[in-house]
């Protein structure tokens, strides 16, 4: 089975959007998709990496919603109750008050993660995932 074969899904070509209270910047987003084609609890994530531009966004300033839940980079490892289904687009949010830059930017994700259905004998099968578009803001 070529487990990469969803990889080119996994960042979803919706806009990338600012998100604000009242009109103060807070970050913004865009949408991925789990890279295979079974859904997997969260916690089967071992990593994932942001890049806007070549730029690798730092863990702490990401957030992680699925399920209408945002979750701490570092939370990832403990949410084995929350599953992330197959086509369902999660929610990469990014924490910057300085925003982003109208226009168009390329965006990059890397993800580890353990395919759970492999898990005999306490050893799982780990894939690395990787995708990389060109998103425009959202205006």
């Given amino acids: 089975m ?8 996994m960042v979803c070509d919706d806009d990338i959007e ?17 890279p ?6 969260i916690c089967n994530v071992l990593s994932m990496r942001v890049f806007i531009d070549d730029v690798e966004i730092p863990q ?16 990832i490892k403990d949410m084995y109750k929350e599953y992330w289904f197959t086509g369902s687009k999660a ?8 925003g982003i830059a109208p226009g168009k930017h390329k965006v990059k994700m ?17 894939v690395d995932s990787d995708c990389e578009k060109t998103l425009s803001v959202k205006e």
């Fill in 2 to 9: 070529d487990f990469t074969a969803f990889n080119k899904y």
């Fill in 18 to 34: 600012v998100n604000k209270a009242d009109d103060i910047v807070l970050g913004y987003e865009f949408k991925c998709k789990y």
């Fill in 36 to 41: 295979t084609y079974r859904g997997a609890y």
């Fill in 60 to 75: 702490e300033n990401l957030r992680f919603g699925v399920n209408n839940k945002f979750f701490l980079m570092s939370e």
């Fill in 91 to 98: 929610i990469m949010r990014v924490v910057d008050e300085n």
């Fill in 110 to 126: 890397l993800m580890s993660h353990k395919i759970p259905y492999t898990g005999y004998f306490g050893s799982y099968l780990v």
